[in-house]
Structures are given as C-alpha cells and as structure tokens.
C-alpha cells in the first residue's frame, strides 16, 4: 500500500539553504555584523524570527523589535531576489515529485518559511496543485521542533495521515514529525551535517534514486514509527 509523503521544503525540495544564508549574511553585514556558517547550520530550522535574533545577538548587534524589522526588511528583499533568479531543484526532487503525481500519492508540505517564499519556490518545482496542503510557519502558533505542524498535516491527510511518513532535513524537523507521531526520512547535506538524526528512521544523502526512496517511504509506513 502506497503511503503518504509530507515533505519539508526548504533543502529537501528546492536548495534554499545556500540561498538563505547570501540573504542572511547580507542583512548582518549591511549592519557591520558577520555570520559564520557555524552559527548558520546551528539555527538552520528554527522558526524565523528565532533565527533573526539569534545571528544579530550572535553578531554583537542590537536585537530589538525595531532592529529585527528593519533585518528583516533587507533579508526579504535579497531573499526574494534570489528566489527568483537562483533557485535550483534538489537533487532528485523533480522526478519524486513527479512520479508521486503519476502514482497519486497523498502529499502534504510542511515547512517552517513564510507562505510568500513558498508561493515563489514551488511553481519553479512544477509542484502546483500537487498538494493536499500546504502548513507554512503562517499557518501555525508553535512551529518545528514542536509537534503542531506535523499534527496539522496528518490532519490535512484524513485517513491517508495514519500512513503517512515526513521527509525533513533538520534536526528540529524530525523532532516535530517524530512528536507527531510520523516516521522520518532525514536527508544529509552539507548545512546540516552537525544536525542530530537519531531520532529519524532513515538518513539519505539525496532523494535519488527516486524507485529506492519511495520503496523505503511504503516499507517506513507499515513499522511503528520512533518517538522523542
């Protein structure tokens, strides 16, 4: 029996990550600050506006209200930009997608970027239309690591969410699926290699080739998912 995917978006569909960080790092250096990449892979799935304050506290900077606004005013204008121009698949993204679609598989994104990234970043996926839903970090008040977004999936799901296994990237991602009571794929790249997967089913290293993915994905179904 075919199982239920809900994906996260960001460096498991679509190679933001290299993008956010050009982003990021240019909101803080337009500020005098500096964001290293080990600060970066740290708070890589942490809700937005937690990441915001945290690179300019890790930068020495003012990390007021007014000081997060205005950050976050220049990270959406680069950001944006970058969407538009530089966004890439990851690999093997296209084809899973696609043969989910030939196969009809129930898919639910669940992601922790605002909607308005998700609006430019899934049409260069081919990906409209394709899912049930779609939880964005406007759709909920608790986001990754907490359980809710997850839930909200499995709920946007019905039945199918009883067999539904979550494909994430970040240690705060698997927490949240596992919370909810999903079985995780955990795919490793090179932003997330400090993350902790222990709690994640299976660790790929792309989600090619797409046969052997969706085999694991149904077999994954069927087992008692792990809990932290």
């Known amino acids: 029996m075919q199982a239920a995917i809900v994906f996260d ?3 498991v569909l679509v190679d933001t990550e290299p993008l956010k960080a050009r982003a990021h790092r240019r909101a803080l250096e337009e500020r005098g600050g500096e964001l290293t990449s080990e600060l970066y892979r740290r708070q890589m799935g942490n809700p937005h506006d937690r990441v915001i304050r945290a690179f300019l506290e890790g930068a020495g900077l003012d990390a007021s209200d007014d000081a997060a606004e205005a950050y976050e005013r220049t990270f959406r204008a680069v950001y944006r930009r970058l969407l538009t121009q530089d966004l890439r698949p990851t690999e093997g993204a296209t084809e899973l997608l696609e043969a989910c679609r030939t196969e009809g598989r129930p898919l ?3 992601t922790s970027s605002d909607r308005w990234m998700v609006e430019i970043a899934l049409p260069g996926l081919g990906a409209d239309g394709l899912f049930e839903a779609t939880v964005t970090a406007d759709d909920v008040e608790a ?3 907490h359980p809710a977004p997850y839930r909200r999936a499995r ?3 019905g039945a199918a969410g009883g067999r539904a296994v979550a494909v ?4 705060a991602g698997v927490v949240s699926a596992t919370s909810a009571g999903l079985s995780t794929v955990a795919v490793r790249h090179a932003f997330n290699a400090d993350h902790d997967f222990g709690g994640a089913a299976a660790v790929l290293e792309s989600l090619a080739p797409v046969e052997k993915v969706l085999a694991l994905v149904d077999r994954l179904a069927g087992e008692e998912p792990q809990r932290r």
Do not use: F, I
Request: cysteine-free; hydrophobic content about 40%.
């Open 9 to 11: 978006m960001d460096g």
């Open 168 to 171: 994430e990237d970040t240690e």
């Open 108 to 110: 639910v994104l669940v």
């Open 143 to 145: 986001e990754k690591p």
């Open 155 to 157: 709920e946007a799901l």
